[in-house]
């Protein structure tokens, strides 16, 4: 029988394996023909060589991960090991590129290679497009972008929108004013800024519109430049709308357009204009297209499964 053994250096054994070695349990389930064994500082796995040579692989890729993010759960293990090549995982110069130092400390990176190609493709393109379904951190690495070119001035401003689409419920029975009706809709970017701007200066930076967070119909007659403009949940706009912001694009502008083509919320028989946009600036010159898929999800394990799910009904129907 055939023997591996890795000695961790530099790295902490009580965090790399996780709490009562639950991540050395996860490999094992992973690897099961190898038997694997964690003590001290030394992993040791024993058998068939070529097993032992994927796990080596593997393994080294879990470090590389750990040394780059200082943490390792469930879901880096699940995705790192169900990636098909460590070349779909492989740590690249720009993987380690920290993207926004953010409340109390955290390092905002690209964690996927996915979002890796997102902040490739935002440094060679003006108008990119991060489509992909739920979880895969489309809206978060976006806001990240957007505050990362603020702070290096390459912007004076960041806007934030939304096509203010009912998913399954009717704003205009919300209780209050306009702004009190759209500010839960658009929560998910508030909670992506207050992760990596401190909040008196967020409030700051709202107050002086340095930072503007509105609806889609707001959009409509502006020129937007100078500015790094996001636009979430780009799937439930129409037409009429995709075409209206892309064309607000102004001087020193940065576009990012992201979306979920499986989620739509428009009524029946009306076109996503993220769908037809997709088709329609397919190939057109300085535009860039990423396809995110669930090895990036970053969400809870059964999110991945949940849409690996639901797109097993959707190829059989």
């Given at each position: 029988?055939?023997?591996?053994?890795?000695?961790?250096?530099?790295?902490?054994?009580?965090?790399?394996?996780?709490?009562?070695?639950?991540?050395?349990?996860?490999?094992?389930?992973?690897f099961p023909k190898?038997?694997?064994?964690?003590?001290?500082?030394?992993?040791?796995?024993?058998?068939?060589?070529?097993i032992l040579e994927?796990?080596?692989?593997?393994?080294?890729?879990?470090?590389?991960?750990?040394?780059?993010?200082?943490?390792?759960?469930?879901?880096?293990?699940?995705?790192?090991?169900?990636?098909?090549?460590?070349?779909?995982?492989?740590?690249?110069?720009?993987?380690?590129?920290?993207?926004?130092?953010?409340?109390?400390?955290?390092?905002?990176?690209?964690?996927?290679?996915?979002?890796?190609?997102?902040?490739?493709?935002?440094?060679?393109?003006?108008?990119?497009?991060?489509?992909?379904?739920?979880?895969?951190?489309?809206?978060?690495?976006?806001?990240?972008?957007?505050?990362?070119?603020?702070?290096?001035?390459?912007?004076?401003?960041?806007?934030?929108?939304?096509?203010?689409?009912?998913?399954?419920?009717?704003?205009?029975?919300?209780?209050?004013?306009?702004?009190?009706?759209?500010?839960?809709?658009?929560?998910?970017?508030?909670?992506?800024?207050?992760?990596?701007?401190?909040?008196?200066?967020?409030?700051?930076?709202?107050?002086?519109?340095?930072?503007?967070?509105?609806?889609?119909?707001?959009?409509?007659?502006?020129?937007?430049?100078?500015?790094?403009?996001?636009?979430?949940?780009?799937?439930?706009?129409?037409?009429?709308?995709?075409?209206?912001?892309?064309?607000?694009?102004?001087?020193?502008?940065?576009?990012?357009?992201?979306?979920?083509?499986?989620?739509?919320?428009?009524?029946?028989?009306?076109?996503?204009?993220?769908?037809?946009?997709?088709?329609?600036?397919?190939?057109?010159?300085?535009?860039?297209?990423?396809?995110?898929?669930?090895?990036?999800?970053?969400?809870?394990?059964?999110?991945?499964?949940?849409?690996?799910?639901?797109?097993?009904?959707?190829?059989?129907?």
């Amino acid at each position: 029988m055939n023997e591996l053994i890795i000695e961790l250096v530099e790295i902490s054994p009580r965090e790399f394996f996780g709490l009562q070695n639950s991540n050395i349990d996860l490999l094992k389930k992973y690897f099961p023909k190898l038997k694997i064994v964690a003590r001290g500082s030394k992993i040791k796995a024993y058998g068939d060589e070529d097993i032992l040579e994927e796990f080596d692989k593997r393994l080294t890729m879990l470090l590389r991960h750990f040394a780059d993010y200082n943490k390792l759960d469930e879901n880096d293990i699940d995705r790192i090991l169900q990636s098909e090549s460590s070349a779909d995982y492989e740590t690249s110069a720009s993987s380690g590129e920290v993207l926004v130092h953010g409340v109390s400390g955290k390092l905002i990176k690209a964690q996927t290679a996915n979002q890796r190609k997102m902040v490739e493709l935002t440094k060679k393109y003006d108008m990119v497009f991060a489509i992909g379904p739920a979880g895969t951190g489309k809206t978060y690495t976006a806001v990240a972008l957007a505050i990362k070119a603020l702070k290096e001035k390459q912007v004076r401003r960041i806007i934030l929108t939304r096509p203010a689409v009912e998913a399954g419920e009717n704003l205009g029975f919300l209780p209050g004013d306009l702004k009190e009706k759209l500010d839960p809709y658009m929560q998910p970017l508030y909670d992506a800024l207050r992760d990596m701007i401190p909040f008196e200066k967020l409030e700051s930076f709202i107050e002086k519109g340095v930072i503007q967070i509105a609806p889609m119909a707001f959009m409509r007659g502006r020129t937007l430049d100078n500015a790094f403009v996001i636009l979430d949940e780009a799937q439930n706009t129409t037409h009429a709308q995709m075409k209206m912001f892309l064309t607000r694009m102004g001087n020193n502008a940065k576009f990012m357009i992201t979306g979920d083509p499986s989620q739509i919320d428009l009524p029946r028989r009306m076109i996503s204009g993220l769908k037809e946009i997709m088709i329609i600036l397919k190939n057109v010159e300085g535009v860039g297209m990423v396809y995110l898929d669930d090895k990036d999800v970053m969400r809870h394990k059964l999110v991945k499964r949940v849409i690996a799910a639901y797109k097993d009904i959707e190829t059989r129907n």
